[in-house]
């Protein structure tokens, strides 16, 4: 099992930035890949970015790239979503998640950390 905890987020104006951290415990995420997500009161949960388990391949959801990177530090088992130029349509949950390499679905999820983004 592996348990994920995020942190991060909180109330920022437009044009902020802010880093989320994920926090892995219980199995080492050497051959996770991790992503992250997001959903918005009233909308579905929306891709946000994901980070192959060795950090080489990164991809981003069309409405956050350029603005939003994803690391991983293996040493920390830990993952991060770097947010800049941050807009009031960010405002959401956002949730961590990790999946064996060679899988499509997500086994693993956060609680979630709420990103509130002020005009």
């Known amino acids: 099992q592996v348990q994920l905890v995020e942190s991060g987020g909180g109330l920022v104006q437009a044009g902020g930035s802010l880093r989320l951290s994920c926090v892995a415990s219980g199995r080492a995420l050497s051959t996770y890949a991790m992503g992250w997500f997001r959903q918005a009161p009233g909308k579905e949960r929306e891709f946000v970015a994901a980070?192959?388990?060795?950090?080489?391949?990164?991809r981003y959801g069309d409405s956050v790239k350029g603005r939003f990177t994803i690391s991983r530090d293996g040493a920390k088992n830990t993952a991060y979503l770097r947010m800049n130029g941050l807009e009031p349509e960010d405002t959401a949950v956002y949730y961590c998640?990790?999946?064996?390499?060679?899988?499509?679905?997500?086994?693993?999820w956060g609680q979630g950390t709420q990103v509130t983004v002020s005009s």
């Open positions: 998640a990790a999946r064996i390499e060679t899988k499509t679905n997500y086994d693993y």
């Open positions: 980070v192959s388990w060795s950090g080489d391949n990164k």
